[in-house]
């Protein structure tokens, strides 16, 4: 047993910390209040699990001056995280994540609650006590605001009781012995962890390079944070990992990294983040997809990672650069590593080593019963979150697409594009079709930004007969008096041509090289609002999920099936972790629920949600439910309410390593 004021102390002087495999901080703010009603009202929270060892010989995060046997978190890492920077109003060393989480907390002598200040509410309000003022300078320091109120002593007694949870003995369980290896702890740590954030296969393999090269992990990191903020590239480190692992061990499993030295793996990541910066670039200045939003089949970027390692970073020639984007491009449209990732990633792995390019060009084509082609069918997703958009955003920047209004070459003028309807959505909607009709992108075409405001008010049929013939070809858009009555004979058209356009285009890339360079173009953000109030609420929920401290989720997105890659919908919104990260199941907001394959999202076990106020109200459910106002039936706990004697609070079953 220990105090808890005993337990931060230890953290002060850099005998508590946490192991480098532990993820970071992930807590909101619903949970950080939550804790501390629990702890103020005496419940349990549950005890600590740590790993006594020598730190000489292991990757941690903290302050560590010297070698010598240390306590490392295994069990406990958000409940203590979240108490040390109440109580001393910054983060512990150790600390990765938001300190806005446990940043303003309030606690009202009257009511007893604990919420995060809001001027509108408590500006001005005695009752409303800053908590960390209360641990870093005593009761006296925020009470004199309530001298005279009637209700002062007890108000007293209840800044006293609050600061006296200091003095709460928890049980502190050790792990030792030379037997305990990271691979052993690491699987201690997800069993006591069951209910909270597991480590990924891609952790458990980083936590044994850690151990030998604590700057693995920051370093990625790093790389991860240069391409977000230099490059608007959104990378996962599971991503990056397998990069890596593709170039150290030409596999996919990320357990073919036990056997690489930390030498080994520092090389490893080097070429890895090289090869990503020339594939990038490669894609971008050839095949235009170079925005975050349009750099589609991400997970090809390792096999053809592995083809660079032939020729020191670099394809051997033009003909092989050309044919690498070709199957690219194939893979990609073909969803190839859209399910079952790994599976497919290592034949391609072991193809590209034996046979280079031509190899895995050819296991392609027999996956798709010998035929390589792109068809009209390929260009019938709706949204921009379906894998047709980026097909046809590559073929108008690499096809010469003009713009429909002024007849010049895209991004000439302003260096910009913009994507838009040819038929206005507001005139779609009325005439009655549908919303996937409506959003289909074969509809889509690419204009000057400042036309694009323009065109969304023009009547289609006089607009079309108006553009040259030469600007409506260079567009793929299907000669005739189109009226909005023909509007799916249309598409039809328009997709037939699209996809002859895009085979034109592949074959000579794999059987030519690569073309000229293309200029760089900005892609203006694309304002789908409209008429539409779902885009509107869908924002305002993201808004508010962010600010309760939950996962920002992707928006506008093919979900797939994780085990066939089958499209199961294109979600408004998608949490793929669940709404916090590494917690809970996978959530999607679908608004079009006869889109989604309802039966085989509960199968997996997904949460799916067809309307904003439903996700919300179970959001804040969740919320409520963390921090305590709801009990794990959803009703609301009366305030002198009482847990049954040992029990642990549900918000503390999980997430609480």
């Not at 000579?508 to 953000?525: D, E, N």
Request: with cysteine; aromatic share 8%.
């Amino acid at each position: 047993m220990a105090k808890l004021s005993a337990i931060l102390d230890q953290v002060d002087a850099g005998t508590v910390l946490l192991p480098e495999f532990q993820r970071g901080y992930v807590w909101n703010r619903d949970q950080v209040r939550g804790l501390m009603r629990s702890l103020y009202k005496g419940y349990p929270v549950g005890a600590l699990l740590v790993w006594e060892t020598d730190v000489a010989g292991q990757a941690v995060r903290g302050a560590v001056a010297a070698g010598g046997t240390r306590s490392l978190l295994l069990d406990g890492q958000q409940r203590v995280t979240t108490l040390y920077g109440v109580v001393r109003g910054t983060p512990p060393a150790f600390f990765e994540g938001d300190p806005q989480a446990f940043h303003n907390l309030r606690f009202n002598v009257e009511t007893e609650a604990f919420e995060f200040y809001g001027p509108v509410k408590m500006k001005d309000d005695p009752l409303w006590v800053d908590v960390t003022a209360l641990f870093t300078g005593g009761p006296s320091a925020v009470a004199s605001g309530l001298n005279g109120h009637p209700g002062f002593f007890d108000f007293v007694d209840r800044l006293h009781r609050l600061r006296n949870v200091l003095d709460r003995d928890v049980h502190i369980e050790s792990i030792t012995g030379a037997d305990k290896t990271v691979d052993v702890v690491v699987d201690i740590f997800n069993r006591v962890n069951s209910g909270g954030t597991k480590l990924s296969r891609g952790d458990l393999a980083l936590a044994r390079i850690c151990s030998d090269w604590p700057q693995a992990r920051p370093m990625m990191r790093a790389h991860l944070d240069w391409w977000r903020v230099r490059r608007g590239l959104q990378f996962q480190p599971d991503w990056l990992l397998r990069n890596v692992n593709a170039v150290a061990t030409g596999r996919a499993p990320f357990s073919a990294l036990e056997n690489v030295s930390a030498e080994e793996f520092r090389d490893a990541l080097g070429k890895a983040v090289h090869n990503v910066d020339h594939l990038v670039d490669l894609i971008a200045s050839t095949l235009g997809l170079d925005h975050d939003r349009v750099l589609m089949g991400r997970n090809a970027l390792p096999v053809l990672g592995r083809l660079l390692l032939k020729s020191n970073g670099r394809f051997a020639d033009a003909t092989e650069a050309g044919r690498a984007l070709y199957w690219y491009v194939h893979a990609a449209v073909r969803g190839r590593f859209a399910g079952s990732t790994e599976t497919f990633l290592a034949k391609d792995l072991e193809t590209v080593d034996r046979h280079g390019i031509d190899g895995v060009i050819d296991s392609l084509r027999r996956a798709c019963n010998g035929r390589l082609t792109i068809d009209a069918q390929d260009f019938e997703g709706a949204g921009r979150g379906s894998r047709s958009y980026p097909l046809l955003y590559l073929l108008a920047r690499t096809g010469g697409a003009r713009d429909l209004v002024t007849g010049r070459p895209l991004g000439t003028d302003s260096g910009a594009v913009e994507v838009c309807e040819i038929f206005p959505r507001a005139v779609l909607a009325e005439a009655g079709y549908t919303r996937a009709e409506i959003n289909a992108v074969a509809n889509y075409a690419l204009v000057t930004p400042a036309l694009s405001a323009a065109l969304s008010r023009c009547d289609p049929t006089q607009f079309l007969a108006a553009v040259d013939p030469a600007v409506r070809a260079s567009q793929w858009i299907p000669d005739g008096e189109w009226r909005v009555a023909d509007y799916p004979q249309f598409l039809a058209a328009r997709r037939e041509l699209l996809a002859a356009g895009a085979n034109a285009f592949l074959g000579a890339l794999s059987t030519r090289g690569l073309p000229p360079r293309l200029a760089p173009v900005t892609l203006i953000p694309e304002d789908e609002s409209g008429d539409d109030v779902r885009v509107a609420q869908v924002d305002a929920l993201v808004e508010d999920v962010i600010r309760m401290g939950l996962a920002c989720p992707t928006l506008d997105v093919e979900v797939p099936d994780p085990e066939t890659g089958a499209v199961l919908a294109v979600a408004q919104a998608f949490w793929a972790d669940g709404l916090q990260a590494g917690q809970g199941a996978p959530v999607v907001l679908e608004l079009d629920p006869g889109s989604a394959d309802r039966s085989r999202f509960a199968e997996l076990g997904y949460e799916v949600f067809d309307s904003v106020d439903a996700l919300r109200r179970f959001v804040q459910r969740r919320g409520e439910m963390a921090s305590g106002d709801r009990d794990a039936s959803g009703n609301r706990p009366a305030a002198d309410e009482a847990l049954p004697a040992g029990a642990i609070p549900r918000q503390f079953q999980a997430a609480s390593a």
